[in-house]
């Protein structure tokens, strides 16, 4: 098969959330505003808290996309306006669609903030259709034993949490078509994505170094592919770990403020 061309390659940028967050963020950014249809992308730590000192995000509002928390280390608790409450535990993930509009939070859980230890995660914001914008919220967890797994020869493999990757599909239901997946790979071994042309394609790498059609990547490098049609092919001569981000661009305009995310600024006045 064709390999899909590259675009271009995003260093991620690292700064200060709110409630006191150090990320590494690929995008927005002053150069970046965002990847159709994905709004924003953060890797949260990996951070030590020391006993009774980690941090989380107090209630706050989102509408008119979907926030999808996937954690590595740590524990955190997840409440929201829908009824929902779940923990978050290593390898978990949640994926919060806000619709209409949500309040929610998301704090350490009670023992991880009495014991302290690593946290480390990934936040995705993923904008909504116009038409999908004002739907009902709705919530999806996840444990690490319930996503589904593509097992690599030397011991790596594929966490699929949406999508397909190597025809093993995810069990988040996506609004729009979609693909999330956490990739360890081992030194020789070899992943390939079958991204549906026209699609955004990205492999975000946040731990050692690989190869993607040739191109090379280091831990923080997000690499950005064509939109055309093609494999992308993902192989290392060491350990090493990645997100792969693909979407249907929605191809619609984007007016954000804060935690709100729709298509004209009367609509931001309105929420």
């Known amino acids: 098969m064709t390999l899909r061309p590259l675009d271009t390659v995003i260093n991620a940028e690292r700064t200060v959330e709110g409630g006191g967050f150090v990320v590494r963020r690929p995008f927005p950014t002053a150069r970046v505003s965002h990847i159709d249809p994905f709004l924003l992308l953060d890797e949260m730590g990996p951070v030590d ?157 946040f731990d050692g170094a690989l190869s993607a059609n040739g191109h090379t990547a280091e831990s923080g490098q997000m690499l950005v592919f064509s939109r055309a049609g093609g494999e992308v092919v993902l192989t290392t001569d060491r350990d090493a770990q990645a997100l792969l981000l693909g979407g249907k661009p929605l191809g619609e305009p984007v007016v954000r403020y804060g935690p709100f995310v729709m298509n004209t600024r009367e609509e931001i006045k309105q929420a």
């Not at 991880?112 to 230890?117: A, C, I, K, W």
């Not at 444990?143 to 990757?165: I, S």
């Not at 988040?172 to 979609?178: A, H, R």
């Open 49 to 205: 808290y020391a006993p009774g000192k980690a941090i989380g995000a107090p209630e706050h509002p989102h509408r008119g996309f979907e926030t999808v928390t996937y954690l590595m280390h740590g524990a955190m608790e997840h409440r929201d306006t829908t009824g929902a409450i779940a923990t978050i535990r290593p390898g978990g993930v949640q994926w919060m669609t806000a619709g209409a509009g949500v309040i929610h939070s998301e704090l350490p859980t009670d023992d991880f903030l009495r014991v302290g230890g690593r946290m480390h995660g990934f936040q995705l914001w993923v904008n909504l259709p116009a038409a999908a914008k004002m739907i009902a919220p709705r919530y999806q967890g996840f444990d690490a034993d319930e996503l589904r797994r593509v097992q690599l020869p030397n011991g790596g493999e594929v966490r699929v949490v949406a999508g397909t990757v190597m025809g093993v599909t995810g069990a988040v239901e996506t609004t729009s078509p979609m693909t999330y997946a956490h990739v360890l790979l081992r030194a020789g071994e070899e992943v390939r994505w079958s991204p549906d042309a026209g699609h955004t394609a990205l492999v975000h790498v």
